[in-house]
């Protein structure tokens, strides 16, 4: 069994087919070799860590033992295949271009060994090709969408494979062979002794188990009232599941089914709740549909738009992407020194720095802010939004691969079904209408009142005029 995100043991269809085959060995891979792979975040790796250091109770109980391995993940299973001679191998099924190449390449490599080889449909509702608009093409608007998805039919959710019966077969890992594994320690995901670790962990408990307990606070205590009580980003309105659901500790379908179907005022809200979901299927279709999301706007009107990247990064994009774009100009290299202080919350406009320093100290932000924070950096300050999302990628726990660059570009205005570019939020209105109380911002900036904060480094309305002026320019090209 070959775990990827999906690292769970209930309604996880590989590793119950090979569980149903008999003995079973699970392998988990770091490629950060194959080719065109996007390296995992710090934040990622962080959690990336303490799932696999974490209890592995679970799998004992089944004789699983999990082998960690790290290369380019065809060459890996290779060796594997030959240490192990299994006679399958299985997995969930992955949906970015290349990983699918890896995907397939394994295939290959599993059949010409004679092993035999199965995939499974697990962290979407629907495979990407199956939601088809009438002509049998992609949808690039969400609420079509939503509507098409919602019709299809889909299966409930499978259990975890039954733990061993102590009772009946007592020594039976005995006929399973086990094999090397790498020290985690030797794969550096964390560096040692780093503060940013301590501070995640006070916030997160990666694992199954953590994604229930939040599953269950979430229906008790915030559903009823989400579809409001979601945009507020004092109170504990939302879920918090994102980054389990990034990494599999549960999956759409077990969400779904104890979802859906809901009775009483708790309907309303399951339902809005049950909607996001379906956002997060709408950025994977993308994906899918445009494997470049990260690397180029989706609507290529805006290739011509007078971005600005960071001068550090000068003609380059940011770190770990290879950018579709020719270098800027020099007159478009905007200066390190604003973007430094949007990364660290010292923007001089509370609600931005909030949110930012919540990113900084939780590594997740809520997501009324996420839209403001995103909106500051590519309207009010005008830098390309691949630098706010490559920073995303870097410090969220949930960087997710189609959520991430899908809802970059939806706010900049160059994705799909996007925020249309003279939408500007101004997060002082906002503020007022969704934290009124000031809650959110005296939590994450209580020094906002204090001499000492910095003044705004954009003018907010000159800012918000200058970046239409811009957006009319690439309409009359
Ligand atoms: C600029 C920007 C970047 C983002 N980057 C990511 C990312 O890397 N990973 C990520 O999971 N989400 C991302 N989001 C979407 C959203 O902000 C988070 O999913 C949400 O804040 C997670 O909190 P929650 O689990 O409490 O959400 P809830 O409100 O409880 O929603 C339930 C689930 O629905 C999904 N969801 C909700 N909103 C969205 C959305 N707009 N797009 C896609 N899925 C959604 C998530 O899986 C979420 O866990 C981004 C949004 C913006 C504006």
New binding site residues.
């Given amino acids: 069994m070959w775990f990827r995100d999906d690292l769970r043991l209930a309604d996880n269809p590989a590793l119950m087919a090979a569980t149903n085959d008999g003995g079973v060995v699970a392998v988990y891979i770091l490629d950060e070799e194959s080719e065109g792979l996007r390296p995992l975040g710090g934040a990622a790796r962080w959690w990336l860590h303490q799932v696999l250091t974490g209890p592995r109770a679970d799998l004992e109980d089944r004789d699983i033992q999990l082998v960690l391995r790290r290369g380019p993940a065809a060459t890996v299973l290779s060796t594997l295949m030959k240490e192990l001679e299994p006679e399958s191998i299985y997995w969930n099924r992955r949906y970015w271009e290349p990983e699918r190449a890896v995907d397939a390449a394994v295939k290959e490599n599993s059949r010409a060994a004679g092993v035999h080889a199965e995939s499974f449909q697990a962290s979407l509702l629907h495979e990407p090709w199956k939601v088809t608009t009438g002509q049998g093409g992609q949808y690039r608007v969400f609420t079509p969408f939503w509507n098409q998805l919602k019709k299809l039919d889909f299966r409930h959710p499978l259990e975890a494979p039954p733990a061993r019966d102590n009772s009946s077969d007592p020594h039976p890992e005995e006929d399973i062979p086990t094999v090397e594994s790498d020290d985690l320690a030797g794969w550096k995901l964390v560096p040692p002794g780093s503060a940013w670790s301590e501070k995640l962990a006070a916030h997160w408990s990666p694992g199954e188990a953590a994604a229930w307990q939040l599953l269950e606070e979430?229906t008790e205590e915030a559903m009823a009232d989400?579809e409001e009580g979601?945009d507020f980003p004092g109170i504990a309105?939302?879920?918090?599941?994102?980054?389990?659901?990034?990494w599999g500790h549960i999956s759409p379908f077990q969400l779904w089914h104890a979802l859906s179907d809901r009775p009483g005022p708790s309907s309303v809200g399951s339902a809005a709740?049950l909607r996001?979901?379906g956002?997060?299927e709408?950025?994977w279709h993308q994906l899918f549909h445009h494997p470049e999301l990260a690397r180029a706007n989706l609507r290529r009107a805006f290739d011509g738009f007078d971005w600005r990247w960071p001068a550090e990064q000068g003609s380059t994009t940011p770190a770990g992407l290879r950018g579709s774009h020719p270098p800027p100009p020099a007159e478009q290299a905007a200066s390190q020194e604003p973007v430094d202080a949007w990364k660290a919350g010292t923007t001089g406009v509370p609600m931005v720095d909030a949110g930012m320093r919540e990113l900084w100290e939780t590594g997740?932000?809520?997501?009324r802010v996420?839209?403001l924070?995103?909106s500051f950096l590519t309207k009010n300050m005008g830098v390309h939004w691949q630098v706010?999302?490559q920073w995303?990628?870097e410090t969220?726990v949930?960087?997710?691969q189609?959520?991430?660059p899908?809802?970059?570009q939806?706010?900049a205005g160059s994705g799909a079904d996007a925020s249309p570019f003279f939408r500007i939020f101004n997060p002082q209105t906002q503020a007022k209408r969704f934290d009124a109380a000031g809650r959110y911002v005296s939590s994450w900036v209580p020094d906002a009142t204090l001499p000492g904060y910095p003044e705004p480094i954009e003018d907010l309305a000159e800012s918000r005029r200058r970046a239409l002026a811009d957006y009319d320019r690439i309409k009359k090209t």
Avoid: I, K
Avoid at 364 to 367: A, E, L, R, T
């Fill in positions: 979430f989400y979601h309105g939302t879920s918090r599941l994102s980054p389990y659901l990034r709740f996001q979901l956002w997060r709408f950025c997740w932000m809520h997501n996420r839209m924070v995103a706010g999302e995303f990628w969220l949930d960087a997710d189609a959520s991430n899908a809802n970059w939806w706010v």
